[in-house]
């Protein structure tokens, strides 16, 4: 078994158990990107890191949703594996979208992207994940315990990315990443949302400039040190908490 199989396991094995007990707030992440960028392996890198640094109590791998996200929206909302096919980062256009819908080959475009909104806030809401993409900034924007991270790069590296990637010509590259970015502007502005929005993501990073490696340890140390020091306010602020000794009323 892989090591993304082993982890899945553990996640569910430790969410299940969760169930009917008391569980701090886990933190969870979402990626948005230009196409090229480097998420996948980002986000890869900061789950390693987060198993390390940020396993909560209890312990609980961290999971990269990305591709596979679409397997899960497709099990979570008991939907034929058919569907898969369909559940494209874009927006359908109408007419196509009506007349699959009609000959039964999936349910309507707005049904499609209502489940994969409700699967995507079920995930974050359990925490130690990092969704990768499908507007899931958007979808999870007003959860408090997720944190959004946007990944740049100049476009003339992330064409030698995708060359790289995904072993295709250069002349084929650049429309594909061109195609890439545009089809995921549309897929997000079904949720009312500018996906190159700055002011949606509380961490723009640049991966032109920054390394993948280095992009991952200032969203590994984001994470640790904004939901350490919530921890640390719960505790401080809690009924039980006791004050150290001469705090009270000090101003100094």
């Known amino acids: 078994m892989n090591r993304g199989s082993n982890v899945l396991t553990g996640f569910l094995q430790v969410q299940s158990k969760a169930v009917g007990h008391h569980v701090r707030h886990r933190p969870a992440i979402t990626i948005s990107r ?3 960028a480097g998420a996948i392996t980002v986000a890869r890198l900061v789950a390693e890191q987060l198993d390390i640094e940020c396993p909560g109590d209890p312990p609980c791998p961290w999971i990269v949703f990305d ?3 679409v397997e899960e929206i497709v099990r979570d909302n008991s939907l034929s594996q058919k569907v898969a096919e369909y559940m494209v980062e874009d927006a359908k256009f109408p007419l196509s979208d009506a007349f699959e819908a009609m000959l039964g080959l999936h349910p309507s475009s707005w049904q499609m ?3 994969a909104a409700a699967t995507i806030r079920k995930l974050a809401l359990k925490g130690n994940v990092i969704l990768v993409g499908r507007g899931s900034a958007a979808i999870a924007a007003k959860l408090p315990n ?3 991270v946007r990944l740049v790069a100049p476009f003339e590296q992330r064409v030698q990315h995708f060359e790289v990637y995904y072993h295709i010509d250069e002349k084929e590259a650049p429309h594909l990443v061109r195609e890439r970015d545009e089809a995921r502007r549309r897929y997000v502005r079904q949720f009312g949302a500018d996906i190159d929005d700055p002011l949606n993501y509380a961490l723009v990073i640049n991966t032109g400039q920054i390394s993948f490696k280095e992009a991952a340890r200032i969203i590994t140390n984001a994470v640790v040190d904004i939901w350490g020091k919530r921890h ?3 505790i ?3 009924p039980g908490a006791t004050a150290e000794p001469g705090s009270k009323g000090s101003h100094s």
């Open 34 to 36: 230009e196409a090229g």
């Open 67 to 69: 591709r596979n996200l």
């Open 113 to 115: 992207v209502e489940h």
């Open 146 to 148: 997720v944190l959004h």
């Open 232 to 234: 640390l306010e719960k």
């Open 236 to 238: 401080t602020h809690s």
